[in-house]
T-cell receptor, first 113, second 114 residues
Framework: AQTVTQSQPEMSVQEAETVTLSCTYDTSENNYYLFWYKQPPSRQMILVIRQEAYKQQNATENRFSVNFQKAAKSFSLKISDSQLGDTAMYFCAYGGGADGLTFGKGTHLIIQP | KAGVTQTPRYLIKTRGQQVTLSCSPISGHRSVSWYQQTPGQGLQFLFEYFSETQRNKGNFPGRFSGRQFSNSRSEMNVSTLELGDSALYLC?????????????FGPGTRLTVL
């Protein structure tokens, strides 16, 4: 079974700073997908970014980018120029097996004004 | 295009009762997955439906069941509710059932069991 580990339960940074959230995963598969979802206080899960494992190029979406290290099974999320609206729980998720998405425990990110 | 909708948003039940939650996927999406989110266990996969058939099921007891209709709308049912079933139930839809299909989530149904 796949596992996803997020080692930072909570992080706090100042507005406009850059922050990196860590995620590692364990799998024996070669073809899979990785996702970062954001869950603000409203509890709505919002897709932030996705990465295909077969692509070496790291995915980017505006201020959000990932550092995907397949051999190390690492998938970190970098948020540049952080904004107050970025305050949320961030979940790393693995998509590849037959059991839907496997989520990490989440990182609570707080952006301070 | 409208997003995933879930009804009801909040529900309070007592132990032993049963409950039915509903999910309407994004138009054109044929796959619906359900997840349970609790503070202790985090997000856990319940089951996935595609073309009215359950394709995958997570490690949950048989009290948890679901179905999907021809219009892709899905319902999940929990019978003989237990206190531990209190959770946020999230529904997600995707175009197909392949691992490459991104899942888009609804706002969730908050179930409280007293």
């Amino acid at each position: 079974a796949q596992t996803v580990t997020q080692s930072q339960p909570e992080m706090s940074v100042q507005e406009a700073e850059t922050v990196t959230l860590s995620c590692t995963y364990d799998t024996s598969e070669n073809n899979y997908y990785l996702f970062w979802y954001k869950q603000p206080p409203s509890r709505q899960m919002i897709l932030v970014i996705r990465q295909e494992a077969y692509k070496q190029q790291n995915a980017t979406e505006n201020r959000f980018s990932v550092n995907f290290q397949k051999a190390a099974k690492s998938f970190s999320l970098k948020i540049s120029d952080s904004q107050l609206g970025d305050t949320a729980m961030y979940f790393c998720a693995y998509g590849g097996g037959a059991d839907g998405l496997t989520f990490g425990k989440g990182t609570h990110l707080i952006i301070q004004p | 295009k409208a997003g995933v909708t879930q009804t009801p948003r909040y529900l309070i039940k007592t132990r032993g009762q049963q409950v039915t939650l509903s999910c309407s996927p994004i138009s054109g999406h044929r796959s619906v997955s359900w997840y349970q989110q609790t503070p202790g266990q985090g997000l856990q996969f319940l089951f996935e439906y595609f073309s009215e058939t359950q394709r995958n099921k997570g490690n949950f007891p048989g009290r948890f069941s679901g179905r999907q209709f021809s219009n892709s709308r899905s319902e999940m049912n929990v019978s003989t509710l237990e206190l531990g079933d209190s959770a946020l139930y999230l529904c997600a839809s995707s175009l197909g059932q392949g691992r490459s299909d991104t899942q888009y989530f609804g706002p969730g149904t908050r179930l409280t069991v007293l």
